[in-house]
């Protein structure tokens, strides 16, 4: 070793590399800080630890397996606990993405055989997509009764807008900080205006910085923390009213088996059973702040029960960043806060909570008293733009995407929640509801079916969405013209734009994701974004003298700590 | 009635790693849309951890796919569903250390044990041109690690493990781990600062032979 490195006082040397929470016990935990406080070199080694963990959480991941082959699974596999010894490998075998052609083939010759048929499968999706793309244009400017497109596919190596071409790299507008528990978020009404939070990287990370950017991510202002003494993170969200740039919800969740000094008084409170963890909603597990003047200042959240803004449901505890955790009808905001508690092995959930509220986020009110009064678990909801009508989704089952034995419902209230009337129950399990409100007309209804794994049929596109136009009442397959061969669905509807097209999220065979559009009364899905390299997560639309932008938030894993590493928009 | 875990620490289970435990259930029960969903839940991290492992992509998406398969075929063998996300680790990671293993014998692989000096000739393989960043040494720096050593520091520092749990889920003493991730922070650290002292030298001194 050529150059001097800080060196450990030995009888500290081991304790230093001591970084997992669990693994010191507080007194020792204790002893060493005081030393660390009094130790320049041992504090030097201590910090290189810590870099060095950050340095490996931030290697870049490539990309994994691009989907589970479900269909191996449903085709000939028995359930493992019905295999026999003998039958077992061959079930096994069968779950290969790639059949095997010999028994004695080296796993040197099956890797590369696997690479070379992947590779072969790679180009070949190319060429299905490149062909597809130029069908595509044709059925977009032909005689189908579809509003003006605002943009065809042309047939070039890269698939492009005619308006503007595609991003073919997504530049990130906020790469400056790291460890973020949130998505950055845009304010709807004007997307210049952004906020965003990062944490400390420890597993009891404090939000460190909060921010906001008015210019669209160029110039940034630190804002002031809630005062008090803040819980420690694992999932964060920031929701911003769409009415309001200057409303902003910060909410702050821990999970009581990482955190049981924070999260006792939820698992004292449940009574039978031992809860494991209480996922959010159960002060003070998660914590809300509300601020109406650009974040300047904070004051508690109050809200009408337990629940946190931006976990309405149990998928999005993981993921609770939506740019419409907000969502507004003519002054009137809506949220939903999700509670669920895992007890055992069971999960109770109610779903969410549907509450509104009439002065800008400063009082709260359920919004959905008959509704839960049903039974049902609300899983979703959306509210008309304008005039007093709600739909919901909700599910029966033991808590919303249980997939396997709910079954899904619609509901709509015409008078802001006080009354709802069930419309129709769907096809299938449904989530993921889209309300698209043209003029005075029936709206036109999306939804996703829940799982595109459910029926294990399903190619690797997913189920096709469920379209009502009819105001729910009967529901149908929207399209899966258009969809890429080798794409496998991601998520949707995820937005909607101004003539009404919905927007989805596919995962191709290379590892990108394309957002495509389908348009009312079109045949067939169209790409509007391309080479996203990572997930999408989060995308919004807004709309600036007629014309729509889209613009898509998306993070590197589900997982926290959260690392933006694409942003950007596409007009 | 909340399952007995017998003297296994109670896993501090991550929100929706908890929401898993209804699919794990399932899934050991031969549902196989339940365990599509586990997939989909788990992959990202057991490759992510993978990748790392045996330092290549290609390889680590091979054996996510056998990892997976591993699990599902020796699914009804989990006792407690609470321990699925330890124990689909353990499989991950001895699937990384065969191929490690056999990566020795037959030298196929993106790199082997690095029982080499300190010279690190893996570094012929950075392109002298090319800026040695942050996760280029990282990728370097763990290299330099026996497979034993980087497995338990990767368990640590990527996956999120304590000591305890990764004893229990690779069969070990917990002093023996203890060890063994005190002497892999500490050989990666060296490792790791040298290749941050070295790097700019050695592309001063590449750049100078070649012409």
Redesign the interface.
């Known amino acids: 070793?050529?150059?001097p490195?800080p060196k450990a006082c030995p009888e500290w040397?081991?304790v230093l590399?001591?970084?997992?929470?669990?693994?010191l016990s507080p007194a020792r935990r204790a002893e060493l800080e005081a030393h660390l406080a009094t130790c320049p070199s041992c504090s030097a080694?201590r910090a290189?630890?810590e870099r060095?963990?950050r340095?490996?959480?931030?290697?870049?991941?490539?990309?994994?397996?691009p989907?589970?082959p479900?269909h191996l699974?449903?085709a000939g596999?028995?359930?493992?606990?019905?295999?026999s010894a003998t039958n077992?490998?061959l079930?096994?075998?069968s779950?290969?993405?790639i059949p095997q052609k010999g028994t004695l083939m080296t796993?040197?010759r099956r890797?590369r055989g696997?690479?070379a048929a992947l590779a072969i499968a790679a180009v070949v999706a190319l060429f299905a997509f490149l062909f597809r793309g130029f069908t595509l244009s044709h059925t977009a400017s032909g005689p189908l009764k579809t509003p003006t497109p605002r943009s065809e596919i042309t047939p070039t190596a890269q698939a492009t807008f005619s308006s503007t071409p595609l991003p073919s790299q997504w530049v990130a507008m906020t790469t400056a900080l790291e460890n973020q528990p949130a998505l950055p978020m845009l304010a709807p009404s004007n997307p210049n205006i952004i906020y965003e939070a990062a944490a400390d990287p420890a597993?009891s990370g404090k939000v460190t910085v909060l921010r906001r950017s008015d210019d669209g991510g160029q110039t940034w202002h630190n804002l002031s923390l809630p005062a008090g003494k803040l819980p420690p993170v694992?999932?964060a969200s920031i929701a911003v009213s769409p009415l309001n740039p200057a409303v902003v919800v910060l909410s702050l969740s821990t999970?009581s088996?990482?955190h049981p000094d924070v999260c006792k008084p939820a698992l004292a409170q449940s009574g039978g059973?031992?809860p494991?963890?209480a996922?959010?909603g159960s002060p003070p597990c998660t914590q809300q702040y509300l601020s109406t003047n650009s974040g300047k200042g904070w004051s508690l959240l109050h809200l009408p029960g337990n629940g946190a803004v931006g976990a309405p449901q149990?998928n999005q505890?993981?993921l609770p960043n939506s740019s419409d955790l907000f969502r507004a009808q003519g002054q009137r905001l809506y949220a939903m806060l999700g509670t669920?508690v895992?007890?055992?092995?069971?999960?109770s959930s109610s779903g969410g909570r549907i509450v509104s509220s009439d002065d800008g986020g400063k009082t709260w009110q359920y919004a959905d008293a008959a509704l839960t009064a049903s039974g049902q678990n609300i899983c979703d909801y959306r509210p008309t733009l304008t005039g007093s009508t709600l739909f919901a989704i909700t599910q029966t089952g033991?808590f919303c995407y249980?997939?396997?034995t709910s079954t899904s419902h619609l509901w709509r209230s015409d008078d802001g929640g006080a009354s709802w009337r069930q419309v129709s129950q769907f096809p299938a399990l449904a989530s993921n509801l889209a309300v698209v409100s043209q003029g005075a007309s029936v709206p036109l209804l999306y939804a996703l079916p829940a799982?595109p794994?459910?029926?294990?049929s399903s190619a690797g596109k997913g189920l096709p969405l469920f379209v009502s136009s009819d105001g729910g009442k009967t529901w149908n397959n929207a399209s899966i013209q258009g969809i890429p061969d080798d794409a496998t669905q991601e998520q949707g509807p995820l937005a909607t734009f101004s003539d009404g097209s919905v927007i989805a999220e596919w995962r191709r065979s290379n590892g990108t994701d394309i957002l495509l559009s389908l348009s009312p009364g079109a045949s067939s899905w169209r790409l509007v974004a391309d080479h996203l390299t990572i997930g999408a997560g989060n995308v919004l639309v807004t709309t600036h003298q007629g014309a729509d932008t889209l613009w898509v938030i998306g993070q590197s894993?589900?997982?926290g700590p959260y690392t933006v590493s694409e942003f950007g928009q596409n007009k | 009635?909340?399952?007995t875990v017998g003297d296994l620490p109670?896993?501090?289970?991550?929100?929706?790693d908890?929401?898993m435990?209804?699919y794990v259930?399932?899934?050991?029960?031969?549902?196989?849309?339940?365990?599509?969903?586990l997939?989909?839940y788990y992959?990202?991290?057991i490759?992510?951890y993978l990748?790392?492992a045996v330092g290549s992509?290609?390889?680590?998406?091979?054996l996510?796919?056998d990892t997976?398969?591993?699990a599902?075929?020796?699914?009804?063998d989990l006792q407690d569903?609470?321990r699925f996300t330890p124990w689909l680790y353990r499989i991950a990671t001895n699937k990384a250390r065969m191929h490690l293993r056999?990566a020795r014998l037959?030298r196929?692989l993106p790199w082997g044990e690095a029982d080499h000096a300190?010279a690190a000739p893996s570094l012929a393989l950075v392109d002298p041109q090319e800026q040695v960043g942050?996760?280029e040494?990282?990728?370097l720096a763990?290299a330099e690690l026996s497979a034993n050593a980087r497995t338990c520091?990767?368990l640590?520092?990527?996956a999120?493990?304590?000591?305890?749990e990764i004893a229990l889920m690779l069969g070990m003493n917990e002093k023996t781990v203890?060890?063994a991730?005190?002497r892999a922070?500490?050989r990666?650290?060296?490792a790791?600062?040298?290749l941050e002292?070295d790097a700019p030298a050695l592309k001063k001194a590449r750049r100078g032979g070649e012409r």
Request: glycine share 6%; no cysteine.
């Open positions: 070793m050529s150059h490195l040397a081991d590399t001591t970084l997992h929470p669990d693994d080694v290189d630890y060095l963990e340095a490996i959480q931030q290697m870049p991941t490539s990309r994994p397996l989907a589970f479900a699974l449903a596999s028995a359930p493992p606990s019905k295999r077992g490998s079930a096994s075998d779950l290969r993405l796993p040197q890797r696997v690479a597993d694992d999932v999970f088996g990482n059973g031992s494991l963890i996922l959010s149990l505890v993981v669920a895992i007890s055992g092995n069971a999960i033991s249980d997939f396997l799982n794994y459910n029926n294990g894993s589900y997982q | 009635m909340p399952q109670s896993y501090p289970l991550p929100g929706a908890a929401a435990l209804v259930e399932r899934a050991r029960g031969g549902d196989g849309a339940a365990f599509a969903t997939f989909e992959h990202l991290r490759f992510r990748e790392r992509p290609e390889v680590a998406r091979d996510t796919q997976f398969i591993a599902w075929s020796s699914l009804p569903e609470r056999r037959i196929w300190r942050q996760s040494r990282v990728r763990l520091l990767l640590q520092a990527d999120g493990f304590s000591q305890r203890s060890s991730l005190s922070r500490q990666f650290r060296e790791y600062l040298r002292h």
